[in-house]
């Protein structure tokens, strides 16, 4: 109910992002002016004891909502609350919002005189009296009103009457009858004044029969004919209103409502918008005025909250009160993306979105045969399509459609045509937004043939589409067959297909190709003319030709459909339509460098793979020749008498380092981490040693080289401790000895005496 009762004007934003952008229209999409006319708007707000406080504000919130939600600024509205005059000096209507525009300026100060409905005290009268209320909207919506503009009545009650206190009824023993018949004669009032009356259903236990009876009782006929647009009651739940009065206010004036995700902030929420979609408002509940919203398009793109961007038009309305809205002018279909934040302690509620939109629906109609003679079966068919001329892909957008079609033409009368989308002969698929049908052209035809077919939906702008034919005696001299399958291609592509033409007549036929039904310079065909023989028969190449990406913007996303009618007219008998070809054409982004050319990265990948294996290979079997783990070093005098061995280790960086150990007494080899000598395999085989300051000087395997003035070292190999190995006594002196040769107990261990120049 705290949300239901937030502050009017904050409520009010819901659909004050439907109008016209403050200042002026923004350029609006292609005869939206024309597909959404104005409506005249009358709110009827129960001011009577039956209804609660927290009622009445509901009411309040509810009233501020619908006052402002037409798409169209030339669209006007009255308020006024009502309950019952039980005395002289009362009177059962209280106007609060005089009639209004909804243009710019007069929004602005809607939310104000809404503020001043209230509930009625005693002594201003508490009845509720329903006459009163529906004459005082029929007077408002009908006094210097165009009649040709719908006029909706919203009457915000609980639906039971109560006049027993209201003097103008007679006796009281007498009023409620009175009551009821005057109630009767209001509702005939309504509906011979074209007035719907759309029934709100406020308080605990609103009573359903009455509104029902209210809802029935004005004029039925809505902004289509459709079920969905013909008055019904609706209940008001308080903590639902938001998305209840959007249902409501869609079915009341023909828009779509379509409900997104739902989420505690911080959060990214989403929606989608149909590509019929010529005006929308992407409606915020946020809960809280603290959240903070930001719009993305389905491009991923941060849309701008007010102007322009892109192709669309920006105006945001609410953006400090817990509802706001996003109106947009010619959206960009697809889902698109809304981010909520909200700093620490007003994250408790949850931010929910949806979106109210208006649209139109197109269709393109072909008959097959286009100039069919007496008696002929012919197959039409009605391809809907948005208003670009792109497929519609989603039948949740076309959902309630009705279609109609019939044939006229010279010599017979009118034949209704059923068309269906159900999968069954003629209609290839089900669910393809393709409506198929048959008719037999009757024998009594003579000349001129018309095809029609009508769509009408909801929220949709009703679209009426007709193909003219030829229906004579005789076969007609030229005849052509054009064959262009379905295909899919890349915008500036390119798709290919046969003609096959014969002409029977004795004089040359010029015949002109042409693509139709769709928007200008998306499709063009080649060539543009062909010129017959007298007597000429074959097949003729037929190119088609995709604009290129700049023509489609942002609408190309991750691909399109166009559909398109060919047609081939023999421009020299008259422009009889030879054939009209439904086309499809599937165009998607051209792939990057990576699509492309995926097979030669990959093998580019494979062969880096397989090299980088190949070098670290060879580097460890670089290293692995290098490596010292296993060569035995052998001290030697200079009598040649080998007075220590010592077993090597793997070392740092393939170089085992070591020092001579009591070079005059008893010398041996001990492992030195930075010693003056070091060692390493050498890949030639024998070893390399290293000398600090010294150089480097080869041992070869059978011999030795100086190590000091009076030592020499030679190299022999430990059969226990394989090449690379990691044998347990590797660096220690558990190593061989000679039996000359004096063993030193730990040599190994780093723990003897250094060197006498160390």
């Given at each position: 109910?705290?949300?239901?009762?937030?502050?009017?004007?904050?409520?009010?934003?819901?659909?004050?992002?439907?109008?016209?952008?403050?200042?002026?229209?923004?350029?609006?999409?292609?005869?939206?002016?024309?597909?959404?006319?104005?409506?005249?708007?009358?709110?009827?707000?129960?001011?009577?004891?039956?209804?609660?406080?927290?009622?009445?504000?509901?009411?309040?919130?509810?009233?501020?909502?619908?006052?402002?939600?037409?798409?169209?600024?030339?669209?006007?509205?009255?308020?006024?609350?009502?309950?019952?005059?039980?005395?002289?000096?009362?009177?059962?209507?209280?106007?609060?919002?005089?009639?209004?525009?909804?243009?710019?300026?007069?929004?602005?100060?809607?939310?104000?005189?809404?503020?001043?409905?209230?509930?009625?005290?005693?002594?201003?009268?508490?009845?509720?009296?329903?006459?009163?209320?529906?004459?005082?909207?029929?007077?408002?919506?009908?006094?210097?009103?165009?009649?040709?503009?719908?006029?909706?009545?919203?009457?915000?009650?609980?639906?039971?009457?109560?006049?027993?206190?209201?003097?103008?009824?007679?006796?009281?023993?007498?009023?409620?009858?009175?009551?009821?018949?005057?109630?009767?004669?209001?509702?005939?009032?309504?509906?011979?004044?074209?007035?719907?009356?759309?029934?709100?259903?406020?308080?605990?236990?609103?009573?359903?029969?009455?509104?029902k009876r209210m809802a029935s009782g004005g004029y039925q006929k809505g902004c289509v004919d459709?079920?969905?647009?013909?008055?019904?009651?609706?209940?008001?739940?308080?903590?639902?209103?938001?998305?209840?009065?959007?249902?409501?206010?869609?079915?009341?004036?023909?828009?779509?409502?379509?409900?997104?995700?739902?989420?505690?902030?911080?959060?990214?929420?989403?929606?989608?918008?149909?590509?019929?979609?010529?005006?929308?408002?992407?409606?915020?509940?946020?809960?809280?005025?603290?959240?903070?919203?930001?719009?993305?398009?389905?491009?991923?793109?941060?849309?701008?909250?007010?102007?322009?961007?892109?192709?669309?038009?920006?105006?945001l309305a609410g953006g400090t009160g817990p509802v706001e809205a996003l109106k947009i002018v010619?959206?960009?279909?697809?889902?698109?993306?809304?981010?909520?934040?909200?700093?620490?302690?007003?994250?408790?509620?949850?931010?929910?979105?949806?979106?109210?939109?208006?649209?139109?629906?197109?269709?393109?109609?072909?008959?097959?045969?286009?100039?069919?003679?007496?008696?002929?079966?012919?197959?039409?068919?009605m391809r809907l399509q948005t208003r670009e001329g792109y497929e519609v892909k989603d039948p949740?957008?076309?959902?309630?459609?009705?279609?109609?079609?019939?044939?006229?033409?010279?010599?017979?009368?009118?034949?209704?045509?059923?068309?269906?989308?159900?999968?069954?002969?003629?209609?290839?698929?089900?669910?393809?937004?393709?409506?198929?049908?048959?008719?037999?052209?009757?024998?009594?035809?003579?000349?001129?043939?018309?095809?029609?077919?009508?769509?009408?939906?909801?929220?949709?702008?009703?679209?009426?589409?007709?193909?003219?034919?030829?229906?004579?005696?005789?076969?007609?001299?030229?005849?052509?067959?054009?064959?262009?399958?379905?295909?899919?291609?890349?915008?500036?592509?390119?798709?290919?297909?046969?003609?096959?033409?014969?002409?029977?007549?004795?004089?040359?036929?010029?015949?002109?190709?042409?693509?139709?039904?769709?928007?200008?310079?998306?499709?063009?065909?080649?060539?543009?003319?062909?010129?017959?023989?007298?007597?000429?028969?074959?097949?003729?190449?037929?190119?088609?030709?995709?604009?290129?990406?700049?023509?489609?913007?942002?609408?190309?996303?991750?691909?399109?459909?166009?559909?398109?009618?060919?047609?081939?007219?023999?421009?020299?008998?008259?422009?009889?339509?030879?054939?009209?070809?439904?086309?499809?054409?599937?165009?998607?982004?051209?792939?990057?460098?990576?699509?492309?050319?995926?097979?030669?990265?990959?093998?580019?990948?494979?062969?880096?793979?397989?090299?980088?294996?190949?070098?670290?290979?060879?580097?460890?079997?670089?290293?692995?020749?290098?490596?010292?783990?296993?060569?035995?070093?052998?001290?030697?005098?200079?009598?040649?008498?080998?007075?220590?061995?010592?077993?090597?280790?793997?070392?740092?960086?393939?170089?085992?380092?070591?020092?001579?150990?009591?070079?005059?007494?008893?010398?041996?080899?001990?492992?030195?981490?930075?010693?003056?000598?070091?060692?390493?395999?050498?890949?030639?085989?024998?070893?390399?040693?290293?000398?600090?300051?010294?150089?480097?000087?080869?041992?070869?395997?059978?011999?030795?080289?100086?190590?000091?003035?009076?030592?020499?070292?030679?190299?022999?190999?430990?059969?226990?401790?394989?090449?690379?190995?990691?044998?347990?006594?590797?660096?220690?002196?558990?190593?061989?000895?000679?039996?000359?040769?004096?063993?030193?107990?730990?040599?190994?261990?780093?723990?003897?005496?250094?060197?006498?120049?160390?």
């Amino acid at each position: 109910m705290r949300r239901a009762a937030a502050p009017v004007l904050a409520s009010a934003a819901l659909f004050a992002s439907l109008l016209a952008p403050a200042g002026q229209d923004p350029a609006p999409a292609a005869d939206s002016v024309a597909a959404f006319p104005a409506v005249n708007y009358a709110v009827a707000v129960d001011e009577s004891a039956s209804l609660a406080p927290e009622d009445m504000k509901a009411e309040k919130a509810a009233a501020a909502r619908i006052a402002l939600g037409d798409v169209s600024s030339d669209s006007h509205v009255t308020v006024f609350g009502f309950a019952a005059a039980e005395s002289g000096d009362q009177r059962a209507v209280d106007p609060v919002c005089p009639r209004t525009g909804l243009d710019a300026a007069g929004r602005e100060t809607i939310g104000d005189c809404v503020g001043k409905l209230h509930s009625r005290t005693k002594d201003e009268g508490t009845g509720t009296d329903f006459p009163s209320a529906i004459r005082q909207g029929v007077h408002d919506l009908t006094d210097g009103t165009d009649a040709s503009q719908p006029r909706v009545l919203f009457l915000l009650t609980d639906g039971y009457m109560d006049v027993t206190d209201s003097p103008k009824y007679g006796p009281r023993e007498h009023r409620k009858a009175e009551g009821e018949r005057q109630l009767g004669l209001a509702l005939k009032e309504a509906a011979a004044q074209n007035v719907q009356i759309w029934p709100l259903g406020f308080g605990a236990q609103p009573r359903l029969d009455e509104l029902k009876r209210m809802a029935s009782g004005g004029y039925q006929k809505g902004c289509v004919d459709l079920p969905s647009a013909h008055p019904q009651p609706h209940k008001v739940k308080a903590e639902d209103i938001g998305s209840t009065l959007e249902d409501i206010f869609a079915a009341a004036h023909c828009m779509r409502h379509e409900k997104g995700t739902s989420q505690r902030p911080p959060a990214t929420l989403s929606v989608g918008i149909s590509p019929l979609a010529t005006v929308g408002s992407i409606v915020v509940d946020k809960g809280d005025p603290a959240v903070k919203i930001s719009y993305y398009d389905p491009s991923g793109d941060k849309v701008p909250t007010h102007g322009a961007f892109k192709k669309s038009q920006f105006e945001l309305a609410g953006g400090t009160g817990p509802v706001e809205a996003l109106k947009i002018v010619d959206p960009l279909p697809g889902t698109w993306k809304i981010k909520a934040e909200a700093p620490e302690g007003h994250r408790s509620l949850p931010v929910s979105v949806s979106v109210l939109w208006q649209g139109e629906l197109r269709g393109a109609i072909t008959m097959d045969p286009p100039s069919p003679q007496p008696g002929d079966k012919v197959t039409v068919t009605m391809r809907l399509q948005t208003r670009e001329g792109y497929e519609v892909k989603d039948p949740r957008d076309y959902s309630g459609l009705r279609v109609r079609s019939e044939l006229t033409g010279a010599g017979f009368s009118p034949l209704a045509l059923d068309l269906a989308d159900d999968g069954e002969a003629p209609d290839p698929t089900a669910g393809d937004g393709s409506f198929s049908g048959t008719v037999r052209i009757p024998q009594t035809a003579d000349g001129a043939l018309k095809v029609s077919a009508t769509l009408t939906a909801s929220g949709l702008r009703a679209d009426t589409r007709s193909e003219g034919g030829w229906a004579a005696p005789g076969q007609p001299p030229v005849t052509a067959a054009l064959d262009l399958p379905a295909a899919s291609t890349h915008p500036g592509g390119t798709l290919g297909g046969t003609l096959s033409v014969h002409n029977t007549g004795n004089t040359a036929h010029t015949l002109r190709l042409a693509v139709a039904d769709v928007q200008p310079g998306l499709l063009s065909v080649s060539p543009a003319e062909i010129t017959l023989k007298p007597g000429e028969s074959g097949t003729r190449k037929v190119t088609v030709r995709v604009a290129p990406a700049s023509a489609f913007g942002d609408r190309l996303g991750g691909g399109l459909k166009l559909a398109g009618t060919a047609t081939v007219v023999d421009t020299t008998d008259h422009d009889r339509t030879l054939q009209g070809l439904p086309l499809s054409v599937q165009v998607t982004p051209r792939p990057g460098i990576w699509d492309q050319y995926w097979w030669a990265f990959a093998a580019g990948a494979a062969f880096l793979a397989l090299a980088a294996v190949a070098v670290a290979a060879w580097v460890r079997q670089r290293r692995r020749r290098r490596d010292p783990h296993g060569l035995v070093l052998r001290l030697v005098s200079e009598e040649g008498s080998v007075l220590n061995e010592h077993l090597a280790g793997h070392g740092t960086k393939q170089w085992y380092e070591f020092a001579v150990a009591e070079a005059h007494r008893s010398p041996r080899i001990e492992r030195r981490p930075h010693g003056p000598y070091a060692v390493q395999r050498s890949p030639e085989g024998g070893a390399v040693l290293r000398k600090r300051g010294g150089g480097r000087t080869p041992v070869p395997a059978r011999g030795q080289v100086p190590l000091t003035d009076t030592l020499h070292l030679a190299l022999g190999e430990d059969s226990r401790a394989p090449k690379g190995g990691g044998g347990r006594n590797a660096g220690r002196n558990g190593g061989r000895t000679r039996p000359e040769a004096t063993p030193t107990p730990g040599a190994g261990s780093g723990g003897g005496a250094f060197s006498e120049w160390e």
